[in-house]
């Protein structure tokens, strides 16, 4: 099969699944689920690949809400991350219903590809995206060792083929004081409260030193339950970014010196615990995001071009790890939203709109697409599957 036919096969699969993959996106949007529960979802993700005679495993790396969905059994093992979880309150402000879709969008299309082109498909449902890493847990507990290059998309309010993102860590800090009465004896005690003040000034004070990329955010979770009771237990929690691993640990190491700060002002001890798996930075395959912004302007849309690209961070994303190990891509799909972008209240609205419709499908293609230029290039297809070896091997 040529590249023309084969691009055109998977082009024709996707729009010709466009009603069961537009009905999906809005049925997954229609009920959000959160981190690790979304059991409804991932159910819906699998249902039109088990129809087309994917095999599933059901929750690999024992994640409830994971699955491995697998068609043919060629050399080249490409796998179609697929999200689905959602964010509290706010539903899919984050387009996750989109990532679903257009990602068993690409799964159905290469299926029909899969045995012309050499290719084992293989659709991974990964939960808890927003909050717990459920890539890295999958990562861990080789989900993808027999993976040889992984592509999702992300909507977003622009396209963007080579997307970037940060590095990322979280942290739980609490402060254990001693509680007393705040007006008959606030002597008697050790205001936890006031450790996470100390701390939250610290931490304001070094954001003025913080290197380019570096930034940091935080809630506090407990802050005390009575007004008249000196606070003898609080918590919060602090997220810390950076353009990369190196840049994190440094600023890891200086939230660190700033959250004892707070102990050591009001006499509370202190216990700083990692609240979720580090995510790595994006790297994305040069190869594959040229091809992919290729697609983009095959079909009308207008990417950022290179130079913007560096410039855009895109939050952090545990896909990051997964491009750490082997090549993959994670571009941004634009959609209209009227000027919102990911995590408000209108994305979630528009993630359900005829823009969003538009960007399950043609991301779907475009994936696809992407996925058969690797596969019919020789030497591409060569470079990806050494990659893999040398990663097996080691």
């Not at 309010?157 to 509680?179: H, K, M």
């Not at 380019?212 to 997220?239: F, R």
């Not at 010196?257 to 790595?280: N, R, S």
Request: charged share 20%.
């Amino acid at each position: 099969m040529s590249r023309a036919s084969a691009s055109s096969t998977v082009e024709e699969t996707v729009r010709r699944y466009r009603g069961d993959l537009v009905e999906l996106s809005h049925s997954i949007h229609a009920e959000p689920e959160l981190a690790f529960e979304e059991h409804k979802s991932c159910a819906k993700t699998q249902a039109l690949v088990a129809e087309r005679g994917f095999e599933i495993t059901a929750a690999p790396a024992g994640l409830d809400t994971a699955f491995r969905a697998v068609y043919g059994n060629g050399s080249l093992v490409i796998g179609v991350c697929a999200e689905y979880d959602a964010l509290p309150e706010i539903g899919h402000a984050c387009g996750h219903n989109i990532i679903a879709a257009s990602a068993v969008g690409t799964a159905l299309a290469l299926a029909d590809v899969a045995g012309e082109l050499g290719l084992t498909v293989v659709l991974l449902g990964t939960p808890a995206e927003e909050a717990g890493g459920g890539k890295v847990l999958m990562l861990e507990a080789g989900a993808f060792d027999d993976i040889s290059a992984a592509v999702m998309l992300h909507p977003g309010p622009l396209d963007i083929a080579r997307a970037r993102s940060l590095a990322l860590s979280q942290v739980a800090v609490g402060y254990t004081g001693r509680e007393a009465h705040a007006a008959v004896a606030p002597y008697l005690g050790l205001n936890a409260a006031d450790a996470i003040t100390v701390a939250q000034v610290a931490i304001g004070l070094l954001r003025q030193q913080m290197a380019p990329g570096q930034m940091a955010h935080g809630i506090v979770t407990n802050g005390g339950q009575a007004t008249n009771v000196i606070p003898g237990h609080t918590q919060m929690h602090y997220t810390m970014r950076a353009n990369d691993a190196a840049s994190l640990r440094e600023l890891e190491g200086r939230m660190s010196d700033c959250f004892l700060a707070g102990a050591i002002a009001t006499g509370c001890d202190h216990q700083v615990e990692a609240a979720e798996p580090a995510y790595h930075e994006l790297t994305p395959d040069t190869w594959l995001a040229d091809v992919f912004r290729e697609e983009m302007v095959r079909l009308g849309r207008t990417p950022v071009g290179v130079d913007v690209e560096a410039a855009l961070p895109l939050g952090s994303t545990d896909m990051g790890n997964v491009t750490q190990l082997l090549p993959g891509i994670h571009p941004i799909v634009g959609i209209d939203a009227g000027g919102a972008s990911v995590h408000q209240p209108a994305f979630a609205a528009a993630a359900a709109g005829s823009s969003a419709d538009e960007a399950v499908v043609e991301g779907a293609v475009m994936l696809a697409r992407t996925v058969v230029r690797l596969a019919e290039n020789p030497a591409e297809r060569d470079r990806v599957l050494a990659a893999h070896e040398r990663r097996a091997a080691s």
